[in-house]
């Protein structure tokens, strides 16, 4: 069986032709198969999730899936899909394919919900044409929120994404601020800035410009700013510490250092706090997996900038926040020590080789936080 073009698809038909095309396409990818009830009831398959009305099916289903091929007339689709959608950033792929399967349209969510991938793997295992309208991809452009995407870059003002790709289609120049190199010199046309030239005055030539660093610095206006998955927080807490109490110190220090939420990639701590409903639900409410370590893991660290003799005395290890970020960065720079309040502490650390260039060297960073460090 071919490899899922997109995690968790649901496929939906209301004729004979379109039931066959749509077990043509189970052939290569594990799909859920709506049919109305009339055509489930007819083809007496126990196979098939019916629905009564398609509108009312798709309200209940459309966000559970990451992806959507609609094998009917494209107008019933727009007219069904119309009042669920949300945003490109947060909508499923939608492909609609003709119950002959001579095409596949790419609908809706072609670049980040990977809606054209979709349409063209599934165009060509059932060999019908895709049929794809976005201005980049037909002009054999790299759009930048799939560049992005391809990096792990997360998107913090989807907006702007327009202005870069047009900036690309038409050839001008592009501004990217992109120390750490996430991009390697791309897009097309891409005029890479030092931080003394943002600080300063930009190259009047540029028409869009490119942001890509976990530091929130003056950005300037209408820049598109994309986040690596650099950072990762270190956390220790007493038992039974609320989530709020956990997120509000977290989310205060990286404020007050100047750090991106979206560059986050995961919380860690040690392995002691496995079961702490706190540490689980902040990690739940950021949609960051939780990392846990042992005390033979974290033993290992050969220095931290602020042991705990409290620690120490009741875990027997000098450091959990500040030893399990060293760790979870692989043995990435602690750029934020220790910070707490009387249950919490809290520590942030860059990953190593976080892209195919050289991060710049970073001081580590403890301006003003609550608590002491």
Known sequence: MATDPIEKIAVWTVTAQGLALARRVRQHWRVEVFASRRLAEES???????????????????????????????????????????????????AVMDDRGRFVVSLVSGHLGGANRLTRQVAERLGATPVITTATDVNEKPAIDILAQEQGLAIENPDAIKTVNMAILEGEPIAVYDPAGWLHHRPPGAVRLSREQVDNRLPPSVSAGVWIDDTIGKIPSGFLVLRPPSLVAG???????????????????????GLAVKSLTAIASIDLKSDEIGLCEIAERLNLPLHFFSKDELA??????????????????????????????????????KHNTRNVTV?????????????????????NAPGKS
């Open 235 to 257: 956390i220790g807490c007493n038992r039974h510490t609320p989530a709020q109490e956990i997120g509000e110190l977290l989310l205060t220090v990286m404020e007050n250092v």
């Open 44 to 94: 007496n398959a126990g196979d098939l999730s019916p629905f009564k009305r398609l509108s009312d099916e798709l309200g209940k289903q459309f966000h559970r899936f990451t992806g959507h091929i609609f094998i009917m007339a494209t107008g019933i689709v727009v007219r069904c899909i119309a009042p669920l959608l949300r945003h490109k950033t947060a909508d499923p792929a939608v």
């Open 300 to 337: 290992r660290v050969e220095s931290v900038p602020t042991p705990s003799s409290m620690v120490a005395k009741h875990i027997g290890v000098p450091s959990v926040c500040e030893a399990v970020a060293i760790l979870d960065s692989r043995n990435g720079q602690l750029i934020v020590p």
């Open 347 to 367: 520590a942030i650390a860059r990953m190593a080789c976080t892209s195919s260039a050289s991060a710049p060297e970073t001081q580590p960073i403890s301006p």
